[in-house]
């Protein structure tokens, strides 16, 4: 693919729903523009931009995939982002780098859930967006009641510039509002023609309601339309252009990927009022604390921002970045601004969905693929040589899930952490931890889906098999009383023999202080030497469970007296003396388990604030306010015992039909309920 100056570059994202058209409109797209011979296929998996086979088998996006095309002299990069809520890190991972976010909304379903989280998140970082209602030709398609729903959630900036002709299974082309003209598409490709005799009035009245609102926002243009002047297509997309750009208006388009109905149409519209990187706002960075405006210069030193991470069995890792400023040659020297490492860029390409075409130069505004770079991740930032400066990382939702794993063979557990590694450089949205308390190794995701298929291409990619197991509850153990015992280790075996004694007095603590140990020996009845070993036992039985087999916390140990042997006494034998004692006090200190708690806010549309906060009541939850956000949700604060919670993003998303959203954390501990104890045994036995 040759080369294209910034203003003839435009970066689009296509976003929305799971299951509204998304890869088959990319499909269609690629296909008109004649970047491949066919229209693909989800169901057979002959898709550019789904090329994993999780993606195949699923029938669904589970990653973003890259696939530019030529349209009418511009260079179109365009990025398909998955549509289910577990894979949304890569939707806004897209929207960092996206000059145009078109939202593919089907015409049957309407606006749903993970439409409108994408649009807040397009709404948060400004991105300009445009509409492209799908599925005209399905049985219940309804262009009229989809774009009602989209005023209702979106506002007053959305503004349809095409009309469809026909419905359901008669829906055969559109009308053009800014040409006042029909496309249709009997033949396949565009024929234009009048508008049928049936539909002129609907049309020339949306017309003139497209042109009274686009002039409102030029002076020159509504002066001259008060005199009776009325404004050229050139001025009228000229001027919605503007508006575009400063994402204040929002056009609806329409058609049908699978026909392909109309789609030449969106593509046309995406270069002419789909804004340029220059015409997005400079970028803002970070350099020696202070921020910094980046004009998106080609002529400039050479800036590149990495968005996005891919781990290839074969090739190794490839980054996509986009090139912030200047110009991006073959052998560029850049240096990471996190790490300090020098980058050489020894080749760079464009990605169509798994190939790679080398190019010569990427300008200011392109996205590229690099491979094999020593030291770069998702969200760094490649800058030139003593000029360090950062762009600011990408914000994704937090982990809600988690599954322990367990490497399948000795084989499996010498590459699990190297392969957990590049797994976790290609997902962001995915972290790994190992609970010391419970001893698992714990991946967390974004949900179920997301936790199956990493599991999945931990084996495909790398060669790995892990093990599943619930995630065990990091139980503690305290005591609520006082109380003392003696501890005696003894042993005579030939040679030098064990003694140890000494006399412990245990005492619950406040929540949270953990442990204290107090010496209060005297006369030498444990030489000063053997005490640090009291202390050690005592931690390691502490460590090693109470009486259910859990850590103990919160106590105060105090060792007050003993008894030693001047040849047989040592360190050892006083350790293990402790441990007997404390075993032996804590049985009689009134143990009991704690459970940790969390502190969880749930964000809902009011809708479901109320089966939210029953559902929590039923967790033995208690809720500590309300209050509504600046789009309308609710988020209600609760603190829940952790152990109600652990699959609480599957119930959450089934209770409120997609729509909810938590974090959660744990912020204290509390007595776990006797009647529960039993369970709580068991979980430790098992």
Same mark, same amino acid.
């Given at each position: 693919m040759k080369v294209f100056p910034p203003e003839k570059i435009r970066n689009v994202a296509l976003v929305g729903h799971s299951g509204?058209?998304?890869?088959?409109?990319?499909?269609?797209?690629?296909?008109?523009?004649?970047?491949?011979?066919?229209?693909?296929?989800?169901?057979?998996?002959?898709?550019?931009?789904?090329?994993?086979?999780?993606?195949?088998?699923?029938?669904?996006?589970?990653?973003?995939?890259?696939?530019?095309?030529?349209?009418?002299?511009?260079?179109?990069?365009?990025?398909?982002?998955?549509?289910? &809520?577990?894979?949304?890190?890569?939707?806004?991972?897209?929207?960092?780098?996206?000059?145009?976010?078109?939202?593919?909304?089907?015409? =049957?379903?309407? =606006?749903?859930?993970?439409?409108?989280?994408?649009?807040?998140?397009?709404?948060?970082?400004?991105?300009?967006? #445009?509409?492209?209602?799908?599925?005209?030709?399905?049985?219940?398609?309804?262009?009229?009641?989809?774009?009602?729903?989209?005023?209702?959630?979106?506002?007053?900036?959305?503004?349809?510039?095409?009309?469809?002709?026909?419905?359901?299974?008669?829906?055969?082309?559109?009308?053009?509002?800014?040409?006042?003209?029909?496309?249709?598409?009997?033949?396949?490709?565009?024929?234009?023609?009048?508008?049928?005799?049936?539909?002129?009035?609907?049309?020339?009245?949306?017309?003139?309601?497209?042109?009274?609102?686009?002039?409102?926002?030029?002076?020159?243009?509504?002066?001259?339309?008060?005199?009776?002047?009325?404004?050229? =297509?050139?001025?009228?997309?000229?001027? #919605?252009?503007?508006?575009?750009?400063?994402?204040?208006?929002?056009?609806?388009?329409?058609?049908?990927?699978?026909?392909?109905?109309?789609?030449?149409?969106?593509?046309?519209?995406?270069?002419?009022?789909?804004?340029?990187?220059?015409?997005?706002?400079?970028?803002?960075?970070? &350099?020696?604390?202070?921020?910094?405006?980046?004009?998106?210069?080609?002529?400039?030193?050479?800036?590149?921002?990495?968005?996005?991470?891919?781990?290839?069995?074969?090739?190794?890792?490839?980054?996509?970045?986009?090139?912030?400023?200047?110009?991006?040659?073959?052998?560029?020297?850049?240096?990471?601004?996190?790490?300090?490492?020098?980058?050489?860029?020894?080749?760079?390409?464009?990605?169509?969905?798994?190939?790679?075409?080398?190019?010569?130069? &990427?300008?200011?505004?392109?996205?590229?693929?690099?491979?094999?770079?020593?030291?770069t991740r998702t969200g760094d930032t490649l800058t030139p040589k003593n000029k360090p400066v950062k762009v600011p990382g990408i914000d994704r939702p937090q982990p809600v899930l988690a599954t322990a794993i367990t490497a399948r063979t000795q084989s499996d557990d010498d590459k699990l952490s190297t392969s957990l590694q590049r797994i976790l450089a290609e997902d962001a949205s995915l972290s790994v931890e190992r609970n010391e308390e419970t001893h698992q190794t714990l991946l967390h995701g974004l949900g179920e889906t997301h936790l199956t298929i990493t599991i999945e291409k931990l084996e495909r990619k790398f060669g790995v098999q892990v093990d599943q197991q619930p995630v065990k509850v990091a139980y503690r153990e305290t005591i609520t009383r006082r109380a003392d015992a003696e501890g005696k280790h003894k042993k005579q075996s030939g040679g030098h023999g064990q003694y140890g004694v000494c006399h412990l007095i245990i005492a619950p603590l406040p929540r949270g202080t953990g442990f204290t140990f107090v010496d209060k020996v005297k006369g030498g009845s444990i030489p000063r030497q053997f005490i640090p070993a009291v202390e050690k036992g005592v931690i390691e039985t502490m460590d090693n469970g109470g009486m259910y087999g859990y850590p103990v916390v919160d106590v105060e140990v105090t060792v007050d007296d003993g008894k030693y042997h001047s040849v047989d006494s040592s360190e050892m034998a006083f350790k293990l003396a402790a441990r007997a004692g404390f075993k032996a006090a804590f049985e009689s200190a009134g143990p009991i388990v704690l459970e940790p708690v969390s502190r969880v806010a749930v964000t809902i549309p009011s809708q479901y604030q109320g089966d939210v906060m029953g559902d929590i009541a039923a967790r033995r939850g208690a809720v500590q306010g309300s209050h509504t956000n600046a789009d309308g949700t609710q988020t209600v604060e609760a603190d829940v015992p952790t152990s109600e919670i652990m699959r609480y993003a599957i119930d959450l998303r089934s209770l409120t039909n997609g729509w909810g959203r938590f974090t959660a954390e744990i912020v204290r501990y509390q007595e776990l309920p006797s009647h529960l104890v039993a369970k709580a045994m068991e979980a430790a036995k098992e």
């Open positions: 509204s058209g998304k890869t088959t409109l990319a499909e269609a797209l690629l296909f008109r523009a004649g970047a491949v011979p066919r229209i693909g296929t989800v169901e057979a998996g002959t898709t550019v931009t789904d090329a994993d086979p999780e993606e195949h088998d699923r029938q669904m996006s589970v990653t973003m995939g890259m696939a530019p095309f030529e349209w009418r002299g511009h260079k179109v990069n365009l990025i398909d982002t998955p549509g289910y &809520a577990d894979f949304a890190g890569d939707v806004h991972a897209a929207l960092r780098v996206a000059d145009l976010a078109v939202f593919v909304v089907s015409a =049957v379903d309407g =606006v749903e859930v993970q439409t409108e989280y994408a649009w807040r998140i397009a709404e948060k970082h400004n991105v300009p967006r #445009m509409i492209f209602i799908n599925k005209l030709d399905k049985e219940r398609a309804s262009f009229e009641r989809t774009l009602i729903e989209l005023r209702d959630r979106f506002g007053a900036g959305i503004a349809p510039i095409e009309l469809p002709i026909g419905k359901e299974a008669d829906f055969r082309g559109i009308i053009g509002l800014f040409r006042n003209k029909a496309y249709c598409y009997d033949s396949g490709k565009a024929e234009i023609i009048d508008i049928p005799e049936e539909l002129v009035d609907e049309g020339h009245e949306v017309h003139d309601n497209l042109v009274e609102g686009i002039v409102v926002a030029d002076d020159d243009l509504l002066e001259g339309y008060l005199d009776g002047v009325i404004p050229s =297509v050139e001025e009228l997309e000229t001027t #919605m252009a503007k508006g575009v750009a400063a994402a204040t208006v929002f056009p609806v388009t329409c058609g049908s990927a699978t026909g392909p109905i109309a789609v030449d149409r969106l593509a046309d519209f995406i270069v002419e009022l789909g804004p340029s990187p220059q015409d997005r706002p400079p970028v803002k960075v970070i &350099a020696g604390g202070e921020e910094v405006l980046i004009e998106k210069d080609p002529d400039q030193d050479p800036l590149a921002f990495v968005f996005k991470t891919l781990a290839d069995p074969y090739v190794g890792q490839i980054s996509l970045m986009k090139v912030v400023s200047g110009t991006l040659r073959p052998e560029t020297a850049l240096t990471n601004s996190r790490s300090g490492q020098t980058e050489r860029l020894a080749k760079i390409a464009t990605m169509f969905g798994k190939e790679t075409t080398l190019v010569d130069a &990427a300008p200011a505004g392109d996205i590229i693929a690099a491979a094999k770079l020593v030291d």
